[in-house]
């Protein structure tokens, strides 16, 4: 245990990475939308939301992907297995996540307490992600994030795995198969049925389970990858 806690604190190897570039980008991506709001119409709609909290979620994945083509490497190098770095790496992606969680609640109480900044704007938990109860909002902000940082390791393990050519096969692969997926939708003439199917989840399994079991399948999807990457 005592090795794989150390692999965790690997990430805060450089914190200005880990964790300053993301609320950097996110502070940028909210400013802009503050602004947008007051200065345009958007904000006379009552209930408007914003998706640019997203910017935070995708700097995370990304900073996941470099976690790993960078960090694992270094920790390979210093008789770290890949076992024990993954490992790590899924305890502070966990613990990365309750911190999101936590943050994004806090921002969100904020948020409301001021009225949407002024200008009625729904920012830190867009639509559905924002739930009554503060402790609810703490996981519906952080199993998504959960996601998104495994979905990160995923792409840093075919990185390492196999190269560029394993990312754009990634890419295109899932390009094929969401519009696979798209194209028998359309012509079973089943998109209502989709779109219903959404309608009757709750906002706790759209906004917590699906992203928990995305990130569990991601997870263990990238594990046997893990195990075969070479320095």
Partial sequence: MTRVLQAARLHLINP????????????????????????TPAGEDDGGFSGGVLALYITVLVV???????????????????????LGTALFAVAQSLYYGIALAALVAIENAAGG????????????????????QILASGAPMLAFIFIGV??????QRWG????????????????????????????????????????????I?????????????????VRRVVP
Avoid: C, K
């Fill in 164 to 207: 560029q050519s394993g990312i754009w096969g990634l890419m295109i692969g899932t390009m094929v198969v969401f519009g696979g997926l798209a194209i028998l939708i359309t012509w079973l003439e089943a998109w209502g049925s989709v779109a219903a199917w959404f309608g009757d989840q709750s906002t706790t399994a759209l906004t």
């Fill in 16 to 39: 200005l990475i880990s964790l300053g570039i993301p609320w950097l980008v996110v502070s940028i991506s909210f400013a802009i939308n503050v602004a947008v709001w007051h200065l």
């Fill in 154 to 159: 995923g792409m840093g393990v075919v990185h």
């Fill in 64 to 86: 996941y992907v470099q976690a790993v083509t960078h960090i694992l490497p270094f920790a390979m190098g210093l008789s770290v297995s890949r076992r024990t770095f993954y």
């Fill in 209 to 225: 389970g699906l992203p928990a079991v995305l990130a569990l399948i991601v997870a263990l999807v990238s594990y046997p990858g």
């Fill in 117 to 136: 900044w002024g200008a009625g704007l729904s920012y830190w938990a867009p639509g559905p992600f924002e739930v009554d109860n503060f402790f609810l």
